[in-house]
């Protein structure tokens, strides 16, 4: 089938013609934090939906970009000695930019990992004959509480011992010293 070249005229249905807006709209962002990044360019975008809703992207963000756009103040390379600070700002700016995505990306992993496991709990507790955690009255509560401390304290024990064991072999592995 492949791709099939589409006449560019305005989209008549409002339905259909929102469809599009927002299936472009994310491409149109895509490509620009694609030109951004293999070009190392700054750039900005601002797209108001036909509802007339703003959208915005900017690399590194929009607001410096059409500050310095409205401002007709010089890019970091036109080489002035006043231009060393705005790119200081800049690559901090993405170096900031990218520990957010990093951290959106670890949270996002973490709610995942969450969900999981609470979909595990509730697996063994239904296993179990027992009914789930938030239907639980305060004594239960109280009662699965403590014994999740005991589990805790038995683990801790467990690793203490994993870990003498561990040293113990590691002596054990060393020739005498003489």
């Not at 970091?76 to 700002?89: F, H, L, N, V």
């Not at 401390?149 to 054990?172: F, G, P």
């Given at each position: 089938?492949?791709?099939?070249k589409?006449?560019?005229?305005?989209?008549?249905?409002?339905?259909?013609?929102?469809?599009?807006?927002?299936?472009?709209?994310?491409?149109?962002?895509?490509?620009?934090?694609?030109?951004?990044?293999l070009?190392?360019?700054?750039i900005?975008?601002?797209?108001f939906?036909?509802?007339?809703?703003?959208?915005?992207?900017?690399?590194?963000?929009v607001?410096?970009?059409?500050h310095?756009f409205?401002?007709?103040?010089?890019?970091?390379?036109?080489?002035?000695?006043?231009?060393a600070?705005?790119?200081?700002?800049?690559?901090?700016?993405?170096?900031?930019?990218?520990?957010?995505?990093?951290?959106?990306?670890?949270?996002?992993?973490?709610?995942?990992?969450?969900e999981?496991?609470?979909?595990?709990?509730k697996?063994?507790r239904?296993?179990?004959?027992?009914?789930?955690?938030?239907?639980?009255?305060?004594?239960q509560?109280?009662?699965?509480?403590?014994s999740?401390?005991?589990?805790?304290?038995?683990?801790?024990?467990?690793?203490?011992?994993?870990?003498?064991?561990?040293?113990?072999?590691?002596?054990?592995?060393?020739?005498?010293?003489?």
């Amino acid at each position: 089938m492949g791709r099939r070249k589409i006449e560019i005229a305005m989209v008549t249905d409002s339905c259909t013609r929102q469809v599009t807006f927002s299936k472009r709209r994310t491409g149109l962002f895509k490509k620009a934090n694609e030109l951004a990044i293999l070009c190392a360019v700054q750039i900005a975008i601002i797209v108001f939906s036909p509802g007339g809703k703003p959208f915005s992207f900017g690399h590194p963000n929009v607001e410096s970009l059409v500050h310095r756009f409205l401002n007709q103040e010089k890019a970091p390379d036109e080489g002035t000695s006043q231009a060393a600070e705005p790119r200081d700002k800049s690559t901090t700016e993405d170096n900031l930019n990218q520990q957010l995505l990093d951290l959106l990306k670890q949270l996002n992993a973490e709610e995942k990992r969450g969900e999981m496991l609470e979909k595990m709990v509730k697996a063994k507790r239904a296993a179990k004959g027992q009914p789930p955690v938030d239907q639980l009255g305060l004594p239960q509560l109280g009662e699965l509480k403590s014994s999740l401390e005991d589990l805790r304290e038995k683990l801790k024990l467990r690793m203490i011992d994993l870990e003498v064991c561990s040293a113990m072999l590691l002596l054990a592995a060393q020739p005498p010293k003489m």
